[in-house]
């Protein structure tokens, strides 16, 4: 199922990637509890604004931290499926079970990706933006792939991306044929067929395309740090990677095709694909050849039930925020303590519930996964 050559020996679980998963649903987790929304409002007019908007997607062409939110879900969500293959390849499991095992998980991806946003004031909606729903078909994509020598994987994820230029630049529908323009792209025109609406932000559904990318490099990364190189190799290895795709990111964004998330333009997935490999080295060089674990556990919990977490935020987490707003402002008011901040505090506490509940999980070892 793999090239036996590429793995080596069992390993036990690398912190790194536990923690880097982990940061990556607390933020998503602090965003449920709408922080990032109050201290935009709270910093408003003032220098420190242009840090809180670093917590929102960029509106088109640029680049922000929260862009980076979702492809470094989809690239650690690759790494564990590198050591969830290698773990089946050394039990003896047969390609064609894992195939199956693989459709089933991208099938309730699917699944729970559409069914988180089925529901809206206004009515049902169907749609495919949803991380969960692009993750279906990258993790697919991915598990394809799995067996191919590190070349081939590297060309087929570099097609990919000259795929989705060719069909942004060169499908001439009238009315959708400018390349990286809201509304009027090929990915708009696509989801008029697929969903029969757009995107009022911009997504669209094809992002599934060149993001599919970022879960490739993600397994990729995963077999390189379950192989039995040298680890000074390979933290050389993701970092020397992670320069060369921001540099040819940037470049292709400054010449040729502009850096826009919201349809997952070949400039984007280059630049954010490298800030997730030279995240994942630092990370590694950190926690794993450092060995700075002390305090690690206080993220690693979250991401231990990750996919858990992500479906909670997005269905059960807002009513939990509401209630606890109301709380916090039935008991702080009397204190004439700003509104704003008697907000601020009403995140804080719902973040530590939801906290509270990954670490009771993780202490009675439940694991809910898909």
Not at 45 to 65: C, E, I
Not at 77 to 87: F, I, K, N, P, T
Not at 201 to 213: E, L, S
Request: hydrophobic residues 55%; glycine residues 8%.
């Amino acid at each position: 199922m793999a090239n036996p050559t590429y793995f080596a020996e069992p390993r036990q679980r690398l912190l790194s990637l536990d923690f880097m998963r982990g940061f990556i649903m607390i933020l998503l987790i602090l965003e449920g509890t709408g922080l990032f929304e109050k201290l935009d409002a709270a910093t408003a007019g003032t220098g420190f604004n242009v840090v809180v908007q670093q917590f929102f997607h960029h509106p088109w062409n640029g680049l922000r931290f929260w862009d980076l939110v979702q492809p470094g879900f989809m690239f650690i969500a690759g790494a564990a499926m590198a050591y969830s293959l290698h773990r089946q390849q050394e039990q003896g499991v047969p390609w064609r079970q894992s195939f199956i095992k693989i459709l089933k998980r991208s099938a309730l991806l699917l699944f729970w990706g559409i069914w988180t946003r089925a529901v809206k004031p206004e009515g049902l909606n169907f749609e495919l933006w949803n991380v969960l729903a692009q993750l279906a078909f990258t993790t697919l994509m991915a598990f394809l792939i799995f067996s191919w020598s590190i070349k081939n994987q590297i060309l087929f994820s570099l097609f990919l991306l000259v795929l989705t230029e060719i069909l942004y630049r060169f499908t001439n529908v009238s009315g959708f044929n400018q390349p990286f323009t809201d509304q009027h792209n090929f990915g708009n025109y696509i989801d008029l067929l697929l969903v029969h609406k757009i995107s009022k932000g911009g997504w669209v559904t094809i992002n599934f395309i060149p993001t599919a990318c970022h879960t490739i490099w993600g397994m990729m990364a995963g077999s390189l740090l379950l192989s039995n190189k040298p680890a000074g190799l390979k933290l050389k290895w993701l970092m020397m990677t992670g320069i060369i795709l921001l540099a040819l990111g940037y470049i292709n964004g400054a010449t040729l095709t502009p850096i826009v998330k919201r349809i997952a333009t070949s400039s984007f997935v280059l630049v954010s694909g490298g800030w997730c490999l030279v995240a994942l080295a630092f990370l590694y060089w950190w926690n794993d050849i450092k060995g700075h674990t002390r305090y690690a556990w206080i993220v690693t919990v979250v991401g231990m039930n990750s996919l858990f977490i992500y479906l909670f935020i997005e269905t059960i987490s807002g009513g939990i925020n509401e209630y606890v707003n109301h709380i916090t402002i039935a008991f702080l008011t009397p204190t004439h303590l700003p509104v704003l901040f008697i907000g601020i505090i009403a995140s804080a506490l719902t973040f530590l519930l939801e906290w509270f509940l990954c670490w009771y999980m993780f202490r009675k070892k439940v694991f809910i996964k898909i």
